[in-house]
């Protein structure tokens, strides 16, 4: 991946990911044309966010959770029914692989708590179908799956999504003495949001099936989840829980006045601009309402007319939304204008720009 700005025909930028998954950034000054350094991208670094978000590891087509039902002669009723060799694949690639040091070998399900997973899914569901990646302080807690606890070792698998793509990152786990069980999967894959959803959908219900199969009734779980159907259901409170997640809050846990503010400035600002604002809290922990826009726009802003907006053809083939990573979509389609307006690769000037 290079920069937009070059110096003759060389770009001031080239990133590139090496086969660990480090993010490099090469940088040419106009003294030096064609001579670059090199250096690794520091953790808080943009760009190595973009590369470890966005670039695209894997597309999946499908993934799946599966679930072969074991024998447990302890704990809960719940977690007796449910327990299995628990695989989480997607693609071609088990996320759950692991070495196993009591059986000394690879399995790419380990064995587990279907009732906990399920339970963390369905308590989590909005936040892990809405929440982008965030700086709030329990973020974690809702988005990876090591945070479940209940004596298991989880694997270290972090979901999170932009509304369109869900990204499933595995990561191996330390090696340690008398851990019984080590991860060993290291790889991000993205997919549909629509496909991770419905995939929690089936194992879910699989789970509740299975309790029911060894008569276990009036769970936590069921409750959850039929809360869960009930609201994605109704168009208010999907509404609603869809802006507390990207608020990054639970169900119930976000200020009425704030949700009220955000829904009513959705008549002049859009559903899909205040979810911007909302998405944008976990980040900044500050909420811009109209008036406050409307204010910034009266002293910074211009007049402009909706009319000497420039629009792409049709015909340009650009991928639809959610097919590829947002930064490539918003790269391609710069490239495309600048063939459909006739810019070349030269700067444009402002006065062209407005």
Known sequence: MFSDFFFGPFPKF???VDADGEVYEAKMDSVTPGVYHGYRLEEDD?????YNVGVEPEMAESWTISAEWETLDSGSPE???CFAALGIRAQNFWLTEGSDALANRLRHAPLLSAYHLAGWLAWNWWRLRWEPRSKARDWAFAHRIATIGGGYIWPNLTIFSDGQRTALSAKPTDERPQTPFRYITDRTV??????????????IDQVLERMEWAKVSDSNLEM????VREERRTLELHRARKLEALLGR????????TISQLIADAEWLSV???EELAAEHGQTGKILTSDELSEIADHNGFDVSPADTVRLSAAMGLPRVGEVAAWRLGARAARVLREQERLENEPISD???A
């Open 14 to 16: 080239i990133w590139c």
């Open 46 to 50: 943009d760009m190595r966010d973009i």
């Open 79 to 81: 977690e007796r029914a």
């Open 190 to 203: 993205v997919i549909l949001a629509t496909e991770f959803e419905a995939e929690i959908d089936l194992f």
């Open 224 to 227: 959850i989840w039929k809360g």
């Open 250 to 257: 639970d169900p119930d846990e976000s200020d009425p006045q």
């Open 272 to 274: 899909a601009a205040i």
């Open 351 to 353: 006065q062209l720009l």
